[in-house]
């Protein structure tokens, strides 16, 4: 028993690297700077909250960060490990694709417009990734699915297939097919934008439960509101750059750079 319990001290007093660390990362389109150096740590078990006006970078930040999009220069790790990479010779080289998705599955990424297959029930839309990825045998993916469905308030929905469900109720099933792989982060794109206002706040609901569980979160968002109660840190993006970043009581309520004082005065 002194030695379990010393182990599990010892470990928990083990310092754990960042969550999510974002290395100088350039990023362009067409020859424009869409992310113009970037740095950015994430603790793990922490919610940061992206905000900045449209093509401001904060879409791309959160693909460049699962290697949904490539940097031209820099990189992004994710609990001490480079993502889409591998140092080689003292230069950054491609992971195979299939490495890479591997990698992946370590990250939840929630996307806008929910990304559901129309052809699969909602049970099997969140069971498919345990299944395909070979995590889970497909029993055990649909009693985690059910589990999973249950916790976002759709447990009496199973059968029902997406274009039988509103969007708060399809983007919940997207946040439980995000939780399927069990990662240890999860990026939201703008999650309740394709919404309808009177469905906004379920959605919301769900994401301020999961940012109690100790889940890292980075979330791209225009409700400030929301980002006021569920972020540790908020993060203002302009032009491709971090230009101010804080906790939210600082960012929001005092703004010190004149970009981010702009756009609250818009939003607020």
């Known amino acids: 028993m002194t030695t379990n319990t010393t182990a599990a001290t010892t470990d928990t007093l083990t310092p754990r690297p960042a969550a999510i660390e974002v290395h100088d990362v350039h990023k362009w389109f067409g020859g424009r700077p ?17 905000l900045g006006r449209s ?3 904060k879409s791309t ?18 609990g001490g490990e480079p993502i ?29 417009n929910f990304n559901l297959f129309p052809h699969l029930t909602v049970l099997d839309n969140v069971a498919a990734a345990p299944v395909a990825t070979g995590r889970l045998p497909r029993d ?48 939201f794109d703008e999650p309740t934008s394709a919404l309808d206002p009177e469905l906004v706040g379920e959605v919301l609901s769900v994401i301020k439960e999961l940012a109690t569980g100790g889940t890292t979160l980075v979330i791209v968002t225009h409700e400030i509101g929301f ?3 569920v972020a540790d ?5 302009h032009d491709g750059r971090v230009v101010e970043q804080g906790p939210p009581e600082l960012v929001l309520d005092r703004p010190a750079h004149p970009r981010t004082r702009e756009f609250l005065s818009k939003v607020l």
Do not use: C, M, W
């Open 84 to 112: 889409g990479v591998r140092r080689h010779g003292g230069r950054l080289k491609e992971l195979s694709e299939r490495a890479i998705l591997a990698q992946r599955g370590r990250i939840g990424f929630v996307f806008q």
């Open 140 to 187: 055990e993916a649909e009693d985690l699915a059910r589990e999973l469905l249950e916790r976002v308030g759709l447990g009496d929905r199973t059968g029902a297939y997406p274009r039988q469900l509103s969007g708060g109720q399809q983007q919940r099933v997207a946040i439980a097919r995000a939780l399927a792989l069990r990662p240890g982060v999860i990026l």
């Open 227 to 229: 980002a006021r109660e």
């Open 61 to 78: 930040l959160l693909r460049v960060i699962n290697h949904l999009e490539k940097p031209e220069a820099g990189y992004v790790s994710v």
């Open 55 to 57: 093509g401001s970078g």
């Open 233 to 237: 840190e908020v993060v203002f993006l």
């Open 34 to 50: 869409v992310l113009d150096g970037v740095n950015l740590t994430v603790p793990p078990g922490t919610v940061t909250v992206v």
